[in-house]
């Protein structure tokens, strides 16, 4: 019954069923109104019968008060000896009041009198008619002084009793009639009491029983409303209102569920946007921990697997040159789809900069380094790896054509290529710096600083080691001779010869303009004085390709048994150096214990004036190679140039 009566409502909208609230008032308003009416009616055509009997009844008493009037002044008359001399204005007042009243009573003909007392005014008017005739002669007759107005006397006695035997017949008829009206008007009052009352009650309660079944069924299709407005509220955004209605109600629910759908596609990209962000931060933090390319590699190849599990995926990264792509790293288990790019301009991807998915391989538009792979169409999704606006890589992904890669796996792969390539690119821009801090922009061996630091760390873990300090001869004339491009080139080859013969643990370093240092680790001075000669003989080999000027080298040799301290250690390897020039140049000198106690000062030239070497050297007895003399006996006349 319910469900029949909530079908029957929910054809009507709000607003129809407000309109036929408003109807069942207006026809409840119009049948109260006929009642009252009707009512009214009634008491008012009882109370016109009353007044019409009460206006009768009041022509009754005017002509019964006449009539006994008019008997009086006859009777008077006889027993009055002057009342013959009554003047004819007396009698013709009386006259005038007797026509007078004689036209109100027949003006009574003209009204609707019920039958009895219509009957019974028609007697008494003929009776009066009579009396007032007999009356008008028996007094004319007095006036007149004529015997026959006492011969009238009795007979208008006879007129006047009949006259008044009607009139009380007629007091009678009038006195039923007026309480018979009376009563029909107090019925009538009575009646339209209790119709109006009744009507009243029956169109009230009719019409409240109709206005409470509309108006719940209104607040029943409103709280279904509400309920599901209540359910979005509390987080079910999964509930829907009923929207079949066409009614206000009906566009209501449409509104809530459209409400309700644009919630929950908020909610889902929200959501979509709190595992994305908690993806990249967990991302950037496993990246964070890398402290090589080779660490952050494997964080990526970690992460390919948590973003798809069984689809191929690679990293290729650019070279040192940006020419050419390496692999770096793929997916653990699924391995890599094996894309043959070489160069990242090569790469449709790189060249737009953007993220660039395929649907089939077999698409007109699809890459065509898709095509023609062994497991058939595949999908794909190409990345580009991008820092500071250069582009480092591409990230690979492809399978099946009929199993592309999620919106999903595209924007957490897209987030991977973006993390990857920032950590990549930071470290690599902080290993450049660091190369630059620790080594010589001209020649690419370590700077003096970071000798310094290494030194410290040989000290720290009690290894000794052989300090070298070597001088190009006569660099000063070569870079005058051949122009300073030429002394650079002279520089970078010692150079590159140095790290051709130099063992993994020893060090390199130019010590500052065409003076080096080499730190042979494990090392004693004699075994640094053979390693030292195999170089010389190394240079004169690579001097032959004729890449740069011909030039030779000095050498001074000491070790950390002659002193613990760096700056005793250069000061002596100075002095065997210095040694290594007086005694003519390309040729090595280890130094003696006495210079470490002596703490002379280093020399302030490093190129010595063309001497007579046979002169200075005459007697001597020294061989090359040897030092046969302590730092303090060399000459100290020799003039110094720079």
Same mark, same amino acid.
């Given at each position: 019954?319910?469900?029949?009566? *909530? ?9 129809? +069923? ?25 008491? *008012? ?56 009243? #004689? ?6 003909? &003209? ?8 009957? =019974? ?30 011969? /009238? ?17 007629? @007091?009678?008829?009038?006195? *039923? ?19 109006? $009352? @009744? ?5 009230? /309660? ?23 407005? &209540? ?5 079910? /955004? ?77 990293? !290729? ?15 653990? =288990? ?17 060249? +737009? ?17 898709? %095509? ?22 591409? /990230? ?6 009929? #199993? ?18 920032? %950590? ?6 902080? &290993? ?16 003096? *600083? ?7 760390? $040989? ?33 970078? $080859?010692?150079?590159?010869?140095? +790290? ?9 370093? +130019? ?46 040799? @000491? ?6 301290? !760096?700056?005793? !250690? ?69 003039? &110094?140039?720079?």
């Amino acid at each position: 019954m319910t469900f029949i009566k *909530r079908s029957i409502w929910a054809r009507f909208s709000v607003g129809g +069923r407000l309109l036929l609230i408003n109807a069942l008032l207006l026809v409840a308003l119009t049948l109260v109104a006929l009642m009252a009416w009707r009512s009214n009616d009634a008491q *008012r055509k009882a109370m016109t019968d009353l007044a019409l009997i009460s206006r009768a009844a009041r022509y009754h008493q005017d002509a019964d008060t006449q009539n006994a009037n008019l008997r009086a002044d006859v009777s008077a008359a006889l027993g009055s000896a002057s009342f013959p001399a009554l003047s004819h204005s007396v009698l013709g007042s009386l006259v005038e009041d007797s026509d007078a009243l #004689q036209r109100d009573i027949r003006s009574l003909d &003209r009204l609707e009198l019920p039958p009895d007392l219509a009957e =019974s005014f028609s007697r008494v008017r003929e009776l009066t008619d009579a009396y007032r005739t007999q009356a008008n002669e028996t007094i004319k007759a007095i006036i007149n002084n004529a015997n026959s107005g006492v011969a /009238l006397v009795p007979p208008f006695n006879a007129a006047f009793e009949a006259l008044q035997q009607a009139m009380l017949q007629q @007091t009678g008829v009038l006195a *039923r009639r007026i309480i018979a009206a009376d009563e029909a008007a107090d019925a009538a009052s009575q009646e339209a009491k209790r119709w109006l $009352l @009744t009507t009243t009650i029956l169109t009230g /309660l009719t019409v409240c029983g109709l206005v409470a079944v509309l108006s719940s069924s209104i607040r029943r299709s409103l709280r279904r409303v509400r309920d599901v407005a &209540r359910a979005i509220a509390g987080g079910d /955004l999964a509930a829907r209102a009923d929207a079949s209605s066409s009614d206000e109600v009906g566009s209501l629910a449409r509104a809530m569920n459209q409400l309700a759908d644009n919630l929950s596609g908020m909610m889902d990209r929200l959501r979509l946007d709190a595992e994305r962000d908690a993806f990249s931060t967990k991302l950037v933090q496993a990246l964070e921990m890398a402290d090589s390319e080779a660490e952050a590699y494997a964080v990526v190849s970690h992460v390919m697997k948590v973003v798809a599990a069984d689809l191929p995926m690679e990293l !290729l990264v650019a070279d040192s040159s940006r020419a050419h792509l390496e692999h770096a790293t793929q997916h653990p =288990s699924a391995g890599r789809p094996g894309c043959s790019v070489e160069s990242p301009f090569s790469c449709v991807a790189v060249r +737009r900069g953007a993220v660039t998915t395929f649907a089939s391989s077999e698409d007109v538009n699809a890459c065509p380094r898709l %095509r023609g792979r062994p497991g058939g169409a595949v999908s794909a999704v190409c990345i580009p790896l991008s820092f500071v606006g250069r582009t480092m890589g591409v /990230l690979h992904a492809a399978g099946p054509a009929s #199993q592309p890669a999620t919106d999903k796996m595209v924007a957490q792969l897209s987030n991977l290529a973006h993390q990857t390539a920032s %950590r990549v690119g930071t470290l690599r821009a902080f &290993r450049r710096t660091q190369i630059q801090a620790s080594t010589d922009s001209l020649t690419g061996l370590m700077n003096r *600083r970071t000798l310094e630091e290494h030194i410290r760390t $040989l000290s720290a873990n009690g290894r000794g080691y052989a300090f070298v300090l070597c001088d190009l001869d006569h660099f000063k004339r070569l870079n005058d001779t051949h122009g300073h491009e030429a002394g650079d080139q002279a520089l970078r $080859l010692f150079a590159d010869v140095l +790290r051709s013969w130099m063992r993994d643990d020893d060090m390199p370093c +130019r010590w500052g303009g065409e003076e080096f240092v080499l730190i042979l680790a494990g090392c004693s001075a004699a075994q640094a004085f053979e390693a030292v000669e195999r170089l010389r003989t190394l240079l004169a080999q690579a001097l032959l390709a004729g890449s740069a000027p011909a030039f030779t080298a000095s050498f001074g040799i @000491t070790d950390t048994s002659m002193s613990s301290q !760096l700056d005793q !250690l250069a000061r002596m390897a100075d002095e065997a150096l210095y040694q290594a020039k007086e005694a003519g140049r390309n040729r090595t000198m280890i130094a003696n214990n006495v210079g470490a106690a002596q703490v002379l000062p280093r020399r302030d030239a490093e190129h010595l004036a063309e001497v007579d070497l046979n002169t200075l050297l005459m007697g001597s007895g020294e061989s090359e190679g040897v030092a046969s003399s302590a730092p303090g006996t060399e000459p100290r006349a020799l003039q &110094r140039v720079s």
